[in-house]
Antibody, heavy 121, light 104 residues
Framework: QVQLVQSGAEVKKPGASVKVSCKASGYTFTGYYMHWVRQAPGQGLEWMGW????????NYAQKFQGRVTMTRDTSISTAYMELSRLRSDDTAVYYC??????????????WGQGTLVTVSS | DIQMTQSPSSLSASVGDRVTITCRAS??????LAWYQQKPGKVPKLLIY???TLQSGVPSRFSGSGSGTDFTLTISSLQPEDVATYYCQKYNSAFGPGTKVDIK
């Protein structure tokens, strides 16, 4: 079965960077787009962007361009999301989320357990 | 980026009521729209994709419609287990702000 296992909670100071990992199993890693979505405490879902694990191509939401980098390591079926120049309003649970089917335009069907990133001085 | 809006932001209805949530895209998105349900403390769950196709295992009381810029999610007979926040999303893009559904 499809599993997405994310790295553990992080506490960072303002201005620092954080890198969250997402290890995939139960399917062909390169066959499905991987998205990153965050959710601030008590708030809604915010889409950050996607990575095509096959090509490494990425597309980021305009809000995060210049601050986010999504990468992958196909040898260990793991996707990464790095967010730089952290601010207090970046405090959120960060999810990796796999497309439900292969192909470019697909909804999200599978979610990681989430990684809480806390930004505090 | 395309913007998604939803209305209402919250609603309270009785068990058995018909509930309708609307979602609007800032520009036409054909039928590239999904609906998700998120219960408190849980990850979101895909309910409907391609605007009107029910995901496998989702109860038939859920339905979706629309195309272009205007979409709806309908729960034909609200059940206690449907208490959740519902989000629309244009594929590969923004989520709507969510609609919180409670039981009256």
């Amino acid at each position: 079965q499809v599993q997405l296992v994310q790295s553990g909670a992080e506490v960072k100071k303002p201005g620092a960077s954080v890198k969250v990992s997402c290890k995939a199993s139960g399917y062909t890693f390169t066959g499905y787009y991987m998205h990153w979505v965050r959710q601030a405490p008590g708030q809604g879902l915010e889409w950050m962007g996607w990575i095509n694990p096959n090509s490494g191509g990425t597309n980021y939401a305009q809000k995060f361009q210049g601050r986010v980098t999504m990468t992958r390591d196909t040898s260990i079926s793991t996707a990464y999301m790095e967010l730089s120049r952290l601010r207090s309003d970046d405090t959120a649970v960060y999810y990796c989320a796999r497309a439900d089917s292969s192909g470019y335009f697909q909804p999200v069907g599978y979610w990681g357990q989430g990684t809480l990133v806390t930004v505090s001085s | 980026d395309i913007q998604m809006t939803q209305s209402p932001s919250s609603l309270s209805a009785s068990v058995g009521d018909r509930v309708t949530i609307t979602c609007r895209a800032s520009q036409g998105i054909s039928n590239y729209l999904a609906w998700y349900q998120q219960k408190p403390g849980k990850v979101p769950k895909l309910l409907i994709y391609a605007a009107s196709t029910l995901q496998s295992g989702v109860p038939s009381r859920f339905s979706g419609s629309g195309s272009g810029t205007d979409f709806t999610l309908t729960i034909s007979s609200l059940q206690p287990e449907d208490v959740a926040t519902y989000y629309c999303q244009k594929y590969n893009s923004a989520f709507g702000p969510g609609t919180k559904v409670d039981i009256k």
